[in-house]
């Protein structure tokens, strides 16, 4: 008997482990004897055939670490199912986990795998089983790599994605109708290549219509079955996702203030926030209690910080843009990684975005005051404490503003503050002010929806990076050097 997550809490669970010969599987040292070889199962997950009425949404796997992972599921007909992880020798898929998880009330679950190998690729489905108690229905199967073992400097790469849509007005989930929304030309360009890590950076969704409808959590539950059963199909069986959130996970920042003293208000923020911590594979159950913002190493090639630089902040005037323990969480992780890169996984831009005088600063896609520029006194802090201590090789990756963009944070930099670098993403949305930015500070930008691609690479101490277009073409391509020299 091992201890394992069932839909975020401590629960007793049955748990059967698999020793395999190859060197994939020797983390798996637990259990392993003559009376286990019943454990030694190979079995065949696509003879069992999917049921989108069972499993109408996405499997999603996150919070990968070197020997475990998470995934965060739905049960439609809220039975008890089987969480199978299996590995690949050849033809032959051979089982490494298998755990009974039960969801909740609404048909949510999550549950953590460990005892796994680092770096390793592993595949995963839930499965629902007949009268009998043979194998009858799964979900969609998915794939996820594990972080790299501590010591490893392989080369990592990264998928980014950001502001979900197909045009310049989003595709608002109707509440009244939360059937699956379109698919997106960019992410499925997913499909087409190879990654270790998806990272999602926020407006997932747009649910501003939720919010107007009442805001339940039903409603936004419900409304996040439109993505997941939808255009997110293309994307999460991939890999694992670290993820954080922006403001039409809610509703539109225009709205309403996150730090809002309204009742009515704090709670629909908060029936967001929950559901977004119910659907999504991360650590955590409880919004405003369990913190998003964390960090993930794989190896010692990069460690990504995520941060929440939405619903921590204070009004303009605070100059709050974190919280302290945010704040110092991030400054700590910079200065203390062991990993060669910091990428700071962040929803809003870092940069100053530098638009000319008689660009309509007023539109909510582009205001300074929503972003880090606004919040001059910790945006200042930062970078003077990255002078301080001379830190070199942190990449910032972003969203929001509905455009696509690498470039560093300040115009005409002289310290290593203001010259680190940011890549920006749009996933769908767009936005023509991304042709007003300055060309010597972005030397490239676009406003039309990319797939951006970014490997980091410890042997040649730089990220390259690739714009990959809707036609499957590179639109942009350069090597970033992340050091500083005066």
Not at 290 to 315: H, N, P
Not at 449 to 462: G, Q
């Amino acid at each position: 008997m091992k201890r394992g997550k069932q839909g975020g809490r401590e629960s007793s669970v049955d748990r059967r482990q698999f020793l395999g010969t190859g060197a994939a599987l020797l983390g798996f040292a637990v259990g392993c004897s003559s009376e286990d070889s019943e454990a030694e199962e190979a079995f065949e997950p696509e003879a069992v055939p999917e049921s989108m009425e069972v499993f109408p949404r996405t499997p999603i796997a996150g919070e990968m670490k070197p020997t475990s992972f998470l995934v965060a599921g739905f049960v439609a007909s809220g039975d008890a199912v089987s969480l199978r992880v299996w590995q690949r020798a050849g033809a032959v898929a051979k089982l490494v986990w298998d755990q009974q998880v039960t969801a909740d009330a609404r048909g949510f679950l999550k549950a953590q795998v460990d005892g796994l190998a680092g770096g390793e690729w592993y595949e995963y489905a839930l499965f629902s089983a007949d009268a009998a108690g043979a194998l009858s229905a799964r979900s969609l199967i998915g794939k996820v790599r594990t972080a790299l073992p501590d010591g490893s400097k392989e080369p990592v790469r990264v998928a980014i994605a950001a502001c979900i849509g197909r045009g310049v007005i989003p595709e608002y989930v109707e509440p009244d109708d939360p059937a699956p929304v379109a698919l997106w030309d960019s992410l499925a360009q997913c499909a087409g290549h190879d990654y270790d890590v998806f990272i999602h950076l926020g407006d997932q969704g747009y649910f501003d219509r939720v919010w107007e409808a009442g805001g339940s959590l039903e409603q936004y539950l419900a409304a996040w079955g439109a993505y997941h059963g939808g255009g997110y199909r293309d994307v999460y069986p991939r890999t694992g996702v670290y993820c954080t959130w922006d403001d039409h996970e809610v509703t539109n920042n225009s709205s309403v203030d996150p730090w809002t003293s309204d009742p009515e208000e704090r709670a629909r923020i908060e029936n967001a926030l929950r559901a977004y911590y119910t659907v999504m594979p991360i650590d955590a159950t409880e919004p405003f209690v369990d913190k998003l913002w964390r960090s993930f190493r794989w190896g010692d090639t990069v460690e990504f910080i995520v941060l929440d630089c939405r619903y921590e902040r204070q009004a303009l005037e605070s100059g709050v843009y974190l919280s302290a323990e945010q704040f110092a969480f991030l400054k700590d992780r910079l200065l203390n990684s062991p990993c060669q890169f910091k990428c700071v996984v962040n929803s809003v831009p870092f940069s100053n975005l530098n638009l000319p005088a008689d660009a309509p600063l007023a539109n909510q896609l582009v205001n300074p005051e929503d972003r880090w520029q606004g919040y001059v006194t910790q945006r200042a802090e930062l970078q003077a404490f990255v002078d301080e201590h001379a830190i070199d090789n942190v990449l910032w990756i972003t969203g929001d503003v509905h455009m696509c963009f690498v470039g560093q944070v300040d115009r005409n930099p002289t310290t290593r503050g203001q010259a680190m670098w940011e890549v920006c993403v749009t996933s769908g949305n767009l936005n023509p002010l991304a042709n007003r930015i300055p060309k010597d500070q972005f030397p490239w930008a676009s406003e039309d929806a990319h797939l951006p691609l970014l490997t980091f690479d410890p042997e040649s101490n730089t990220v390259r990076l690739e714009f990959i277009a809707t036609d499957g073409s590179v639109a942009h391509s350069r090597e970033l050097s992340l050091g500083f020299s005066a």
